[in-house]
């Protein structure tokens, strides 16, 4: 009976302990939504466009040790937005953004 408890506990703990990682690289888009939701800890969410038109992003992680990194070329993107929304210990954004039109608009809540 004990060793049966003792592997129970075992198993959940190296069930718990997976992160997940977000990649995802647009080449072009026009119009459209995209929301991602990361909860737990040591999340990754890594984004790369290269243009977005008319395009509306929202992350949010919530948990501890979280990161989001986003590169954003953004050559003929116009009327985009990016939200981020980060809650929790221990969480980083960084980012290299160029939006090299009419307007994209980001914002970051942590």
Do not use: P
């Not at 890594?46 to 990194?69: C, K, R, T, Y």
């Not at 070329?73 to 980083?92: A, E, F, L």
């Not at 960084?94 to 914002?107: A, D, I, R, S, V």
């Amino acid at each position: 009976m004990r060793l049966v408890f003792i592997s129970l506990i075992s198993f959940l703990f190296t069930v718990c302990v997976y992160a997940n990682d977000f990649d995802l690289t647009i080449t072009t888009t026009t119009g459209g939504d995209l929301d991602i939701l990361q909860d737990g800890e040591d999340n990754n969410i890594d984004l790369d466009i290269q243009s977005m038109n008319n395009f509306e992003i929202d992350f949010s992680q919530v948990g501890d040790d979280n990161n989001i990194d986003i590169d954003v070329d953004g050559r003929t993107s116009s009327g985009s937005s990016i939200t981020i929304n980060q809650n929790g210990n221990n969480k980083t954004y960084t980012n290299t953004l160029w939006c090299g039109h009419t307007y994209c608009t980001m914002t970051v809540n942590q």
